[in-house]
């Protein structure tokens, strides 16, 4: 069974940094996709960025040039450093892969439990 997990959520002040991780186990082929969301109290959930195996990447504008998303191939691993925190940026961050090829076949909508980031002011 393909898991997500993620790591590295806490408590940081204004203007700090965190790095966030996210791997994937189970008996996987490939995943072309990863990326993170995230969801605020009584807010939607978001996306925040994404990126492909070829190192493509898309990010929100309220991330763009704070946050860096990267991703390991071969470890099926996903980080997300974001620095120059704001309070704004406090969420549930959750890790995404829309697509992972298994041993039976591709299948869709993998989702981490979720890790939280408080940015204090």
């Known amino acids: 069974q393909v898991q997500l997990v993620e790591s590295g959520g806490g408590l940081v002040q204004a203007g700090g940094s965190l790095r966030l991780s996210c791997a994937a186990s189970?008996?996987?082929?490939?995943?072309?996709?990863m990326g993170w969301h995230r969801q605020a109290p009584g807010k939607q959930r978001e996306l925040v960025a994404r990126?492909?195996?070829?190192?493509?990447?898309n990010y929100a504008d309220s991330v763009k040039g704070r946050f860096t998303i990267s991703k390991n191939n071969a470890k099926n691993t996903v980080y997300l450093q974001m620095t120059s925190l704001k309070p704004e940026d406090t969420a549930v961050y959750y890790c995404?892969?829309?697509?992972?090829?298994?041993?039976?076949?591709?299948?869709?909508?993998?989702w981490g439990q979720g890790t939280q980031v408080t940015v204090s002011s």
């Open positions: 995404y892969a829309p697509r992972i090829v298994t041993i039976r076949g591709p299948q869709n909508d993998f």
């Open positions: 990126v492909t195996s070829d190192g493509s990447t």
């Open positions: 189970g008996n996987i082929f490939s995943i072309d996709t």
